[in-house]
């Protein structure tokens, strides 16, 4: 059956974040230790998402893909962090990992790009894991390029480099 995408609801929240979990394990596992990948648990992430939407929801857009019912990916995007009027930031794709090669990753991207040039962005930004060399091959895929900006951040105890991606939409 096809995937269909949904706009998402505060329903839709707790279980975005265990989904999140699972799809950061999956995608992190063969390059980050067992240690930061074991917090936050699937229920700490889910309030995680109740807590960020709260926030962000008048200025953000999360979109959920579905496949026979069943909730099996998302995307988060809002403005640019850097806070560039014209470009929009893709905070996130993620799947169950059991949909991966199967369109849905696709599906969300050209989603969000359609959701980012009606809201009348001209560009758009993402930050990727720069060992994630899966996720960079889909983004280099779909049209987005380095830009040379990198940044640190933390998985648990584990620091990780972040690289920036960019693409006109």
């Known amino acids: 059956m096809t995937v269909a995408l ?5 329903d839709d929240l707790m ?4 989904l999140h979990q ?27 998402w ?17 496949r026979d019912g069943q909730r099996v990916g998302f995307s988060y995007l809002g403005p640019d962090d850097e806070d560039d009027p014209a470009t929009g930031l893709l905070n996130a794709i993620h799947l169950e990992p059991d949909e991966r090669g199967r369109g ?38 779909g049209g987005w390029t380095a830009t040379g900006a990198r940044r640190d951040d933390r ?4 620091i990780v480099s972040q690289l920036r991606y960019a693409r006109e939409i």
Do not use: C, K, Q
């Not at 992190?28 to 309030?47: H, N, Q, V």
């Not at 980012?116 to 983004?139: C, K, Q, S």
């Not at 998985?155 to 584990?158: Q, T, V």
């Open 104 to 141: 849905t990753g696709r599906a969300l991207m050209v989603d969000a790009l359609g959701a980012m040039r009606a809201h009348g962005w001209v560009r758009a930004v993402l930050w990727v894991l720069e060992r994630n060399t899966a996720a960079r091959r889909f983004y280099e895929r």
């Open 22 to 48: 699972r799809s950061r394990v999956a995608a992190y596992g063969s390059f980050l230790p067992a240690a930061a990948l074991a917090e936050p648990t699937p229920e700490a992430m889910g309030r995680y």
């Open 6 to 10: 949904r706009p998402a609801t505060e």
């Open 155 to 158: 998985i648990g105890p584990a």
């Open 15 to 18: 279980a975005v974040g265990a």
């Open 50 to 66: 109740v807590e960020r939407w709260r926030w962000e929801r008048d200025d953000h857009r999360m979109t959920v893909a579905e």
